[in-house]
């Protein structure tokens, strides 16, 4: 059963991650590495167009209709109207502006789920050569350098930049990325303060501004919460 | 051991003891009163009457809001709006900075000790990232950072009461906390003293700070934060208001001679102290660290990160003033230079050039 749904990812196009373990900003109850099982990962964010086909199918999800309890009211502010999501371009580029409601809807309507905080940094750790670069300073500084640009101009397509050694594109360049939890509040068994300088108590590698940055904007969100530079990619349970 | 050794080796114990004495005595014969050798120690458990509100009139580096008239307590709403954007940083140089309210460094607040304070912290819906402002004048979590964690297109409000007058520091407070720093993210609360401050001719808000970029000092285009160079207290850029020559050219501060001229000068730091210094001058008063007291006759005062200061001086004579941090590669090589040109009647008593090189007197 394990084998046929990884097999389904896989034929769906999704990256199969390997089992493994990465270092968390904060140590887990003081184990400097977090264990990861295997599971499927989208090779690149969901793109408007997809989100597009998305809200055709399920009104319920288009931005007139959408719930106050789902979604803020930055959700598709981009969109012209319910199914205006922009030119041929635009529908290549990462769709923004959705609440973690959402994307667990589209996931689930993708018979996929969202994947965890643990999950998505551990697969976001990977270089193009190394599957953990975490501590790599020059890998660190061209994240600080994605993140920050993020705030000049318009996304750019999807699946342009270079990928990862799992095949995965885009995970730092173009967006934010929603996960399934805040990972920030009790993941190590306390809270951590990403309001002052005290954040830099327990964290594994004070220098690693690239996960501040990342586990900031995270304590940040709740399941309505939406930004202009904030999207998401879907994950799968493989089993392994 | 000889008796006198021992009292020798004790004697400060001694004389720590005479002072706890008196100290007691001061504090059960006199309440919360003060003595010439101690200062009181208050803990503000009552607050002015508040009557009425307004909304603060928040100025750009190097302006300053006009001073405060009122002999009450009110509240007063301040409306702080993050916006990040590219900006210049030198001469062909631009770097996306985060500011409060569109400008390095960020709005300058002036309030009165006792006023209640409204703050009302936006972020920009274009903005990349949360948030939020812990400003050196509260008292309270985090100077207010715990509670304004805000996220782009959001807004937090939370109030204090201003108990402690002086010139403060605000900053953002957001993990990580040196580089919402590094990329322009702080500037200055006044906090006037019931009694007010004395009348000037002129005032001016200028504030020291870095940048550190991957290219180096000059380098053209659009600049990326080095956040390694940070680490190291390595900086490419050291400035006044926010760019290598905000207060030179055009920019330069104006006066006349005969003016009284107070500089609020605050240091954002993230990592280097300023010894600040006006060549051509001496402050004739420096409320020291932005407090309460006044030193008088200093060449060069130091201002700490993270820390202010407030410069007073007369102008006698026309000229250019140079402002700079006495760490004077940084005035050279870094960018740390300003200009407060003042014009007017010349003063010969007190300063007459008699031989100069090429030139002859008369």
């Known amino acids: 059963m394990y084998f046929a749904a990884k097999l389904a990812f896989v034929l769906s196009g999704m990256a199969v991650i390997p089992q493994g373990s990465y270092s968390p900003l904060y140590a887990t109850k003081g184990a400097e590495r977090v264990a990861v099982r295997g599971f499927a990962l989208d090779r690149a964010p969901v793109t408007r167009g997809e989100f597009l086909e998305f809200v055709r199918r399920n009104p319920e999800w288009r931005k007139s209709a959408v719930k106050r309890n789902a979604a803020d009211n930055g959700y598709l502010a981009d969109w012209a109207g319910d199914l205006a999501a922009g030119n041929a371009s635009d529908l290549r580029t990462p769709v923004t502006g959705v609440s973690r409601n959402a994307a667990l809807a589209y996931c689930s309507a993708k018979g996929k789920r969202l994947p965890t905080s643990n999950e998505w940094e551990y697969a976001a750790a990977a270089s193009e050569t190394t599957r953990d670069a975490a501590r790599d300073r020059n890998f660190i500084s061209r994240l600080v350098g994605f993140y920050r640009n993020r705030a000049s101009g318009r996304s750019q397509a999807v699946g342009k930049s270079a990928p990862n050694v799992y095949g995965v594109r885009d995970m730092h360049e173009l967006v934010w990325e929603l996960t399934a939890d805040p990972m920030h509040a009790g993941h190590s068994g306390r809270a951590h303060d990403m309001s002052c300088a005290g954040a830099a108590m327990g964290a594994l590698d004070p220098s690693n501004y690239a996960a501040f940055m990342r586990y900031a904007v995270r304590s940040g969100l709740n399941d309505r919460t939406t930004m202009k530079t904030l999207g998401f990619r879907c994950a799968g349970s493989t089993g392994s | ?362």
């Open chain 2, 1 to 362: 051991m000889t008796n006198t050794s021992i009292i020798r080796r004790f004697a400060p114990f001694v004389a720590l003891a005479a002072i706890a004495v008196v100290a007691t005595a001061a504090v059960n014969g006199l309440g919360r009163a003060t003595s010439a050798r101690f200062s009181p120690i208050p803990v503000h458990t009552t607050v002015d009457d508040v009557k009425g509100q307004e909304i603060a009139v928040l100025t750009d580096a190097p302006h300053v809001p006009p001073a405060i008239k009122r002999d009450y307590a009110t509240k007063v709403i301040v409306n702080l709006d993050i916006i990040e954007k590219k900006m210049r940083l030198a001469d062909g140089v631009e770097y996306t900075m985060w500011t409060f309210g569109g400008s390095v460094p960020g709005k300058f607040i002036r309030v009165r000790e006792g006023d209640l304070v409204e703050l009302h912290l936006k972020n920009a819906a274009s903005s990349t990232m949360p948030h939020n402002i812990d400003l050196h004048a509260v008292t309270g979590p985090g100077g207010g950072a715990k509670t304004s964690l805000t996220m782009p297109g959001g807004e937090s409000v939370f109030t204090f009461t201003a108990l402690n007058p002086g010139l403060f520091v605000y900053h953002c407070a957001t993990s990580p906390v040196p580089m919402h720093m590094a990329n322009g993210m702080y500037g200055m609360i006044l906090v006037e003293p019931k009694e007010g401050l004395a009348q000037v001719d002129r005032e001016f808000y200028v504030m020291q700070s870095e940048f550190y970029t991957k290219g180096d000092f000059g380098a053209k285009g659009l600049q990326d934060l080095d956040m390694e160079k940070g680490v190291e207290e390595k900086p490419t850029y050291v400035v006044f208001n926010g760019s290598a020559d905000a207060l030179t050219g055009e920019g330069a501060l104006k006066a006349k001679t005969g003016d009284r001229v107070r500089i609020f000068i605050g240091d954002a730091g993230p990592n280097l102290t300023s010894s600040f210094h006006v060549i051509g001058e001496v402050f004739d008063n420096v409320y020291v660290e932005g407090g309460t007291v006044a030193q008088h006759n200093v060449q060069t005062t130091l201002i700490p990160a993270g820390g202010t200061s407030i410069v007073e001086f007369g102008v006698e004579n026309p000229g250019d003033l140079i402002l700079v941090d006495h760490s004077i590669f940084r005035a050279f090589n870094k960018g740390t230079l300003g200009m407060l040109k003042v014009e007017g009647a010349e003063n010969k008593k007190v300063f007459a050039a008699v031989k100069t090189l090429g030139a002859v007197s008369e």
